[in-house]
């Protein structure tokens, strides 16, 4: 199974540098990184994290090896790139960013993210109740795909309710 995570970075970091970025970055980000160790159970997962500093980067990357961007331009293409490619290979796509990185990436392009997406996959959106709002789940649900959706509150990437019901999803597809 392949499973694609989409998160942000946090302000709060580790000192060492020789590390890859699924364990550099900490504080709110430690709910990610446990959730890609949850659904590491399931299959092959990529962990994309759309950085302040180093633009878009995998999780298992070692940070000493980028240096800070300073054309934040080319992010906004990489990601929707990646985003792209990822939905149609993955059986899981968890997407969880702040509003206004989810309107930019996500809302904005959701017509092409759908028409990508891979039939029967299980989805996992997290943003404000306004930008999920902003989105037709009925195109994936034509898809027979299923869809988690957690309404973000202050700084809290995923809750405890919306992750416990994307690992049965997953859980699910795997049996079937």
């Not at 990610?32 to 302040?52: K, M, N, R, T, W």
């Amino acid at each position: 199974m392949n499973i694609s995570i989409f998160a942000e970075d946090a302000g709060t970091t580790r000192e060492e540098t020789d590390i890859p970025f699924e364990e550099f970055y900490q504080g709110g980000f430690l709910t990610i990184s446990s959730l890609a160790d949850q659904l590491d159970e399931y299959g092959d997962v990529e962990l994309h994290i759309l950085s302040e500093d180093f633009g878009l980067v995998r999780g298992e990357e070692t940070v000493d090896k980028f240096l800070p961007q300073d054309q934040p331009e080319r992010e906004d293409e990489a990601v929707l790139s990646t985003v792209l490619e990822r939905t149609a290979d993955s059986d899981v796509v968890v997407i969880l960013l702040s509003s206004s990185r989810f309107d930019s990436f996500v809302v904005s392009n959701w017509k092409q993210i759908v028409d990508r997406a891979k039939p029967d996959s299980v989805w996992c959106l997290g943003a404000a109740r306004s930008s999920l709002d902003a989105i037709d789940f009925g195109q994936l649900q034509q898809k027979n795909c299923e869809i988690v959706t957690y309404e973000r509150v202050g700084v809290a990437r995923i809750s405890n309710e919306a992750r416990e019901e994307l690992l049965e999803q997953v859980e699910q597809r795997q049996s079937e």
